[in-house]
């Protein structure tokens, strides 16, 4: 039976009646993450989604007020479909009767939120779980995550609310300030570090030969993870098969543990190689325990008198998304909702001419320039996005910035390194 905290990091595409169950029979409490509902709230003798497949004006309000609330403040979940006990905190005790018509409804819900709440909350999901596989009845779960846009609050007539421990609460004038300014810092310090990321490579790509490059995966909010840093150094995240990704401009950095060293909030790697097939290679990796990953490399020929290095894009796409891949898996060492995460990668040559080989034939290759820079603007990726769908998003930005396509024939998958999840 999985834990309460294992259906909390569940994708949330992928609830089941399953863990609905499983969260009744746990007793799962309500808490500033976790909102439980028996019904659609529907007032007495109105007709609501039940009698007529219609949303009533206050099914859809009670359920945006709560989403605001967690929205302003650390994110959370909504079960519709749960009885609760009538303690406190309240706990989960049943399980409700089945919604009809789910589908429409969750579309209804949908449009509903879009119109009634202000601003719109990025990344909300309205999801169905039907009660088994060839229903049109179930249950529905609604994920809010933090975001950088708040306060958000109802339309008509204005209201913001907020989450305390189990409490969806009036937000007064002194909250909104400091939503504001919660909002306003978590965005300043996404800025701040890429702009720290930035400087950090204009001055490591000046001390290297070849061709450098950098990517930078900043949380959208500020994580607390102190124990991550110790596990690191100490080798207690092995993973339970040391066969790494065969692509990838750098090693996966958790191939190696005994490497990693203790920095100011959080830990380090560095690791020089020599590969035959594309000459030496540097990378340092830096893990902090406020959300923040990043590397820094470079290449050099083992081969060309003149110092051009052969590059290979995918293999710098691959890199990027391990970026990703271990953004999801430190995850497990906070209790917070990361949200977003936002990545942003540079390339410097200090060579006159580099080569690229051509995603459609490996066997060419195309003179390209880097000795002036390239960077592509920061990308924000959920992490519950499909990884097909996030390295798609993260090739086309990386071939993008080398000024080439990838044709759709060309593309290769991502293989996410094995034995660590």
């Given at each position: 039976m999985a834990s309460i905290l294992e259906i909390a990091r569940k994708v949330v595409s992928e609830i089941s009646i399953d863990d609905f169950e499983t969260l009744i029979a746990l007793q799962a409490p309500e808490s500033d993450i976790l909102e439980l509902k028996s019904d659609l709230p529907t007032p007495d003798k109105a007709s609501g989604w039940r009698s007529s497949r219609s949303l009533h004006p206050k099914e859809s309000r009670s359920l945006?007020?709560?989403?605001?609330?967690?929205?302003?403040?650390?994110g959370g979940r909504i079960y519709v479909g749960i009885g609760e006990t009538s303690d406190h905190p309240k706990r989960a005790s049943s399980l409700g009767e089945p919604l009809p018509d789910l589908a429409n409804l969750v579309e209804r819900l949908r449009d509903a939120f879009s119109a009634v709440i202000a601003p719109?909350?990025?990344?909300?999901?309205?999801?169905?779980?039907?009660?088994?596989?060839?229903?049109?009845?179930?249950?529905?779960?609604v994920d809010v995550p933090k975001t950088l846009l708040a306060p958000h609050g109802l339309r008509n007539p204005l209201e913001c609310y907020w989450r305390r421990d189990s409490t969806c609460k009036p937000m007064e004038m002194a909250d909104l300030h400091n939503a504001f300014w919660e909002a306003r810092t978590g965005r300043e310090r996404i800025s701040e570090e890429l702009n720290l990321g930035r400087r950090k490579f204009s001055n490591y790509a000046q001390e290297q030969e070849g061709l450098s490059y950098r990517f930078t995966a900043v949380s959208e909010v500020a994580l607390d993870?102190?124990?991550?840093?110790?596990?690191?150094?100490?080798?207690?995240?092995?993973?339970?098969?040391?066969?790494?990704?065969a692509a990838g401009v750098?090693?996966?950095?958790?191939?190696?543990?005994?490497?990693w060293k203790f920095r100011a909030f959080g830990t380090e790697r560095f690791k020089e190689n020599s590969r035959r097939s594309t000459g030496n290679t540097r990378d340092r990796w830096r893990i902090e325990q406020t959300g923040i990953i990043e590397l820094l490399g470079s290449i050099t020929s083992g081969q060309d008198a003149d110092g051009s290095v052969i590059v290979d894009a995918y293999d710098f796409c691959a890199t990027a998304a391990?970026?990703?891949?271990?953004?999801?898996?430190?995850?497990?060492y906070t209790s917070q909702r990361a949200g977003r995460w936002i990545l942003e990668g540079e390339f410097r040559s200090k060579n006159d001419k580099d080569f690229l080989t051509l995603p459609d034939n490996p066997h060419r290759h195309e003179k390209f320039d880097l000795s002036r820079g390239a960077r592509f603007l920061p990308i924000a990726i959920d992490l519950e996005d499909s990884t097909a769908e996030t390295f798609r998003?993260?090739?086309?930005?990386?071939?993008?910035?080398?000024?080439?396509?990838?044709?759709?024939?060309?593309?290769?998958?991502?293989?996410p390194p094995r034995g660590l999840l």
């Open positions: 945006a007020k709560e989403i605001v609330a967690f929205a302003n403040t650390s719109s909350v990025p990344q909300l999901q309205v999801v169905g779980v039907t009660t088994n596989a060839t229903s049109n009845e179930g249950y529905i779960v993870m102190p124990k991550l840093a110790k596990d690191l150094r100490e080798g207690r995240i092995a993973p339970h098969s040391m066969s790494g990704p750098a090693d996966f950095p958790l191939w190696s543990l005994h490497e391990h970026l990703i891949h271990l953004a999801d898996y430190i995850s497990q998003t993260i090739e086309d930005r990386i071939f993008e910035t080398f000024g080439i396509e990838c044709p759709d024939a060309a593309r290769q998958p991502y293989s």
